[in-house]
């Protein structure tokens, strides 16, 4: 009996041709290496309509990387849009190429974060009376309560770790930025009709700036020791 591996999806497929090219020796690539070497590897999916042995069809390939399919390498954090048309692939997606040639199948480990979610989240602090009095002065906030009541630590609890509330924030912002990145926007919206004030990156990269001064400033709270752990906790 003869078993035969699943084939795979497109975007397994882009993503493989990606893994091809960085174990070529491009640690970057344009969108148009990504092409080619993606219909190299299946000229009947990705070629021109017509001429599909003799041609590949860009816009198929981009397909699978741009916007917010759940699918996409970039979604999934397999590949990293470093500038325009210029990508790399990650870490997490060189193993999961590894994966899908020794026959597993990837699956996104978490439902991927809409746009509007992001964007909820990041509006939740670019108006936060600390952050804008740090954006007037750099000197703010001068007391830890400042800094807790931006992190939204309440002490109701009696162990509040303020070291991981700051790295869920600095994820989101970071999350928020690539989405930007990616879609070549200066601003964070919801959606078209959704409503909510734009958000512009600058101020996306001012809170993350902020949270790093937040750091310094307050290490007892924010540093980690060499184990790992947060030196305090808000209680």
């Known amino acids: 009996m003869v078993i035969t591996q699943p084939k795979q999806t497109a975007s397994e497929t882009v993503l493989l041709a ?29 070629g021109l309509r017509g001429y599909a042995q003799s041609y590949p069809d860009h816009k198929r390939v ?7 399919k759940p699918s996409s390498p970039v979604v999934l954090k397999f590949l990293e849009k470093v500038r325009p048309n210029i990508y790399r692939l990650t870490a997490s997606g060189k193993a999961a190429a590894a994966k899908l040639r020794g026959g597993a199948k990837v699956k996104p480990t978490r439902k991927p974060v809409t746009v509007r979610e992001l964007y909820d ?3 939740a602090y670019t108006d ?9 002065n750099p000197e703010e906030p001068r007391e830890w309560a400042g800094a807790a009541s931006f992190l939204g630590l309440t ?17 989101a912002l970071k999350a928020a930025l690539d989405w930007c990145r990616v879609e070549e926007v200066a601003f964070l919206t919801k959606g078209s009709g959704a409503g909510g004030a734009p958000i ?18 307050f290490p007892e709270y924010l540093d980690v020791e060499a184990g790992g752990k947060p030196k305090k906790r808000f209680s």
């Open 62 to 68: 981009m397909m699978e990387i741009m916007g917010q």
């Open 155 to 171: 002490g109701k609890t009696g162990r509040e770790d303020p070291v991981e509330r700051l790295e869920e924030i600095r994820a």
């Open 200 to 217: 512009h990156v600058r101020d996306v990269s001012d809170l993350l700036d902020f949270l790093t001064a937040l750091t310094y400033r």
């Open 18 to 46: 990606a893994d091809d090219l960085a174990s070529a020796g491009k640690t970057e690539f344009t969108e148009w290496d990504l092409t080619v070497a993606a219909w190299s590897l299946d000229r009947f999916r990705f």
């Open 128 to 136: 936060k009376p600390e952050f804008r009095r740090w954006q007037d």
């Open 121 to 123: 989240t990041v509006a």
